[in-house]
Structure formats: structure tokens, C-alpha cells
């Protein structure tokens, strides 16, 4: 498994006015992806001069933000089994979301934070 993306990944109700906030810091959308289950999600990608990245996910389904961090492999399998082993859990039981350019879910470290692990499909 190889990573080829390593961002923050804020997931929000208020993703309009987190984006704001880092625009005034000097980011800029970089990636926007829609139709995300079923169109309940968006996610956002900024990208600062220097090439630094941050992920906003909107979410209405969140009580509180949660802060996660994003890990892009050329195999989300491989990747997957290999966090699983290591006690992750993925809170949706094996639950993946696939769309036509990506497959990925959020596991949950033993001692609590997250990650997000994706694998980008090119076709």
C-alpha cells in the first residue's frame, strides 16, 4: 500500500463558514465532490499557496464537528485490512462509500481519533 495524500478532514454542519475561514487564510477550492451518500454529503478540498490541503465535509447528520484525518492509498483494501488489524473499527460495520471516482470510510483508532482512508479510482 502506498499513501499518495495526507490531509486534516473537518467534517461540519457549518462547512460555508469553515470554508470562509480558511479562504481568509489564503486558501482556495481546490477539488469540490458532490453526491456523496446520495447527495447527503459534499466534500471540499482547499489548497494554500504552498500546496498545504485541507478537507471540509459537509454533514447534517453531525451534532459536533469532528476532526479526522485524511489518508489517500493506491489500494483501500490493503489499506483498510491493514488499520482493521491493528484495532480500528469502522463505525458503519464494513459499510464503504463507493462512487464512481473513489472508494473510502472513516475507521476509529482504539484511543478515538479518525481517519479517512480513500482510494481515488481514474478511469
Same mark, same amino acid.
Not at 459499510?95 to 473513489?102: A, E, I, L, Q
Given at each position: 500500500? =502506498?499513501?499518495? @495524500?495526507?490531509? !486534516? #478532514? %473537518?467534517?461540519?454542519?457549518?462547512?460555508?463558514?469553515?470554508? =470562509?475561514?480558511?479562504?481568509?487564510?489564503?486558501?482556495?477550492?481546490?477539488?469540490? *465532490?458532490t453526491?456523496?451518500? @446520495?447527495?447527503? /454529503?459534499? /466534500?471540499?478540498?482547499? *489548497?494554500?499557496?504552498?500546496g498545504? &490541503? $485541507?478537507?471540509?465535509?459537509?454533514?447534517?447528520?453531525?451534532? *459536533?464537528?469532528?476532526?479526522?484525518?485524511?489518508?489517500? $492509498?493506491?489500494?483501500?483494501?490493503?489499506?483498510?485490512?491493514?488499520? %482493521?488489524? &491493528? @484495532?480500528? $473499527? /469502522? !463505525? &458503519?460495520?464494513? =459499510?464503504?462509500?463507493?462512487?464512481?471516482?473513489?472508494?473510502?470510510?472513516? #475507521?476509529?483508532? !482504539?484511543?478515538?481519533?479518525? $481517519?479517512? %482512508?480513500?482510494?481515488?479510482?481514474? =478511469?
Amino acid at each position: 500500500m =502506498k499513501i499518495t @495524500g495526507f490531509a !486534516p #478532514l %473537518i467534517v461540519t454542519k457549518e462547512y460555508e463558514a469553515l470554508i =470562509k475561514v480558511f479562504e481568509d487564510l489564503g486558501f482556495e477550492s481546490n477539488h469540490t *465532490k458532490t453526491g456523496i451518500e @446520495g447527495g447527503a /454529503n459534499t /466534500n471540499y478540498q482547499l *489548497k494554500d499557496a504552498n500546496g498545504f &490541503r $485541507v478537507n471540509i465535509a459537509s454533514s447534517e447528520h453531525i451534532e *459536533k464537528d469532528l476532526t479526522a484525518i485524511t489518508i489517500n $492509498v493506491d489500494n483501500f483494501d490493503e489499506a483498510y485490512d491493514f488499520l %482493521i488489524s &491493528r @484495532g480500528f $473499527v /469502522n !463505525p &458503519r460495520g464494513d =459499510k464503504v462509500t463507493d462512487t464512481n471516482s473513489s472508494r473510502a470510510t472513516m #475507521l476509529f483508532a !482504539p484511543s478515538g481519533f479518525a $481517519v479517512n %482512508i480513500a482510494e481515488h479510482i481514474k =478511469k
